[in-house]
């Protein structure tokens, strides 16, 4: 079993939509958590950062972390066709500015959103 | 964020020969860098840590003599694949940490040997 898992997709959604993002973990020790946007060919950006449990709100963006559910969730409101990319969650047990410490990703969620 | 640059963004090389990519820290003086590769439609895989004046820690499995890095100073780092076969085309990503709360993510380099 994956220490992250999330859904591949493709999540197809008709713009205008909310997108519904999520991820799953098993080690208890992860306190930070973080959604990247990639598109094809690019690296990947960095769209939220959470630490421990809660929401986190930024323009469109809705970060959600439950800790008692190791569940976390990302969500897209009014998306548009430019919001089509893959998204990527990751987390690590300690904070990144902690020099070396790893993040773990998640598999990537495909997102189209169709015009 | 931190401002990460990559070069070149995309290589095609012979298989057996060497490729080096660069990872610059254009505003951010990064103590370390991470490399990953990511095949098509699958997520980064962390290769290895780069900590500026020492030596790279490698991922289990990663060959440490095939993907040699260099972390010379607090704004560059390289990875140079060295003997490259097919199987080695990927996309290669680098990026950074130190002082800030997450990691910020070079455009990536793809890599491909004929």
């Known amino acids: 079993q994956k220490e992250v898992e999330q859904d591949p997709g493709p999540l197809s959604v008709p713009e205008g939509a909310i997108v519904s993002l999520n991820c799953t973990y098993s080690?208890?020790?992860?306190?930070?958590f973080m959604w990247y946007r990639q598109y094809s060919r690019k690296g990947p950006e960095l769209l939220m950062y959470?630490?421990?449990?809660g929401n986190k709100e930024d323009g469109r963006f809705t970060a959600q972390v439950d800790k008692s559910s190791k569940y976390i969730s990302l969500f897209i409101r009014d998306s548009q066709p430019s919001d089509s990319a893959t998204y990527l969650c990751?987390?690590?047990?300690?904070?990144?500015?902690?020099?070396?410490?790893?993040?773990?990703f998640g598999g990537g969620t495909r997102v189209l959103v169709k015009p | 964020g931190a401002v990460v640059s990559q070069h070149p963004s995309w290589v095609i090389c012979k298989s057996g020969t060497s490729v080096k990519i660069e990872c610059r820290s254009l505003?951010?003086?990064?103590?370390?860098m991470f490399w990953y590769r990511q095949f098509p439609k699958q997520s980064l895989m962390l290769m290895a840590t780069s900590n500026e004046g020492s030596k790279a820690t490698y991922e289990q499995g990663v060959e440490k003599d095939k993907f040699l890095i260099n972390h010379a100073s607090l704004t560059l780092s390289t990875l140079t694949v060295t003997s490259a076969h097919p199987e080695d085309s990927s996309f290669y990503i680098c990026?950074?940490?130190?002082?800030?709360?997450?990691?910020?993510f070079g455009p990536g380099t793809r890599l491909t040997v004929l």
């Open positions: 505003d951010f003086q990064a103590t370390t």
């Open positions: 080690n208890s020790a992860f306190q930070y």
């Open positions: 959470t630490y421990s449990s």
């Open positions: 990026s950074l940490a130190g002082g800030s709360d997450t990691q910020y």
């Open positions: 990751a987390m690590s047990a300690y904070a990144i500015k902690a020099a070396g410490n790893k993040l773990t």
